[in-house]
């Protein structure tokens, strides 16, 4: 039986993610790690919470030895907008905080899932079908300390023999918990706009396309990768998963075929224009299918049904 620890189990991934692993591990074994944020009365109510900063290192090694974990989620990070804003903040929560979990993992010998993102790539990147080994020299802080975080995740791996696995994570698109300032969040705010005001001001411009995922998908992604076969894994920090990959207007008119009044307008941030114009049209992740069988099942018609229907229910109680 696995003993886990998410860390930035409040934020988007990690609020959802923690359930799922509760209800897969048994939800005492299973500690949601956050920081001031409140947690939902459903991740409070169902299994130990600990406030867990990750840039604190005793505070985090206390949480591992005190549940005797094994094995880390570690979710706690800054997004990219955020990340621009901020950069001494994203460098010391992406890398100082990744380097403190990978430290306490190595003592104690815990498995440690690390999430990267589309933001590891950038302008010299091949944009469209981009490879799973290609160029990495991303612009932005984001992308900087995703980058390190991989390359240091494979040498804790190399060096140490510490399990360390990670997926390059499109947009998240989610309707339990919202995104906390990152680039592609304009792809979950359409969806509570469109129901709650029939219309949505879209902060990136037509044309811009860029991959993203369900959160059901996302979560696949993290257990599937973890209970992979190790023998089979010729990559590790981190594969390329995707499940579709469309520009605004695409997913508008997807919006449109469910809220059929829907309008959308633009209003175009620069920040945050210029970093997803850095980031991959799509990316190619038959390493991911090859190596431990990634298949997403959401498409975007599937997921913009699903997202309608879930947030109609929520928005209206
Ligand atoms: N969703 C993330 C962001 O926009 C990408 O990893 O920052």
Redesign the pocket.
Known sequence: MKRVLVTGAVGQIGSELTLALREKHGADNVVAGGRKTKPSPELRDSGPFEVVDCTDVKALEETVKKYEIDTIYHLAAI???VAEANPPLAWKVNIDGLYNVLEVAREHKCAVFVPS???AFGPSTPQDGTPQDTIQRPNTM?GVTKVAGELLCDYYHKRFGVDTRGVR????ISNVTL?GG????YAVEIFYEAIKQGKYTCCLKQGTKLDMMYMPDAIKAALDLMDADPQKLKHRNAFNVTAMSFDPEEIAAEVKKLVPNFTMDYDIDPVRQAIAASWPNYMDDSAAREEWGWLPAYDLPTMAKDMIEVLSKKLSG
């Open positions: 997004l990219s907008a993102s589309i933001g984001y994570y499109p947009g998240i995104p990152g680039t592609t969040d």
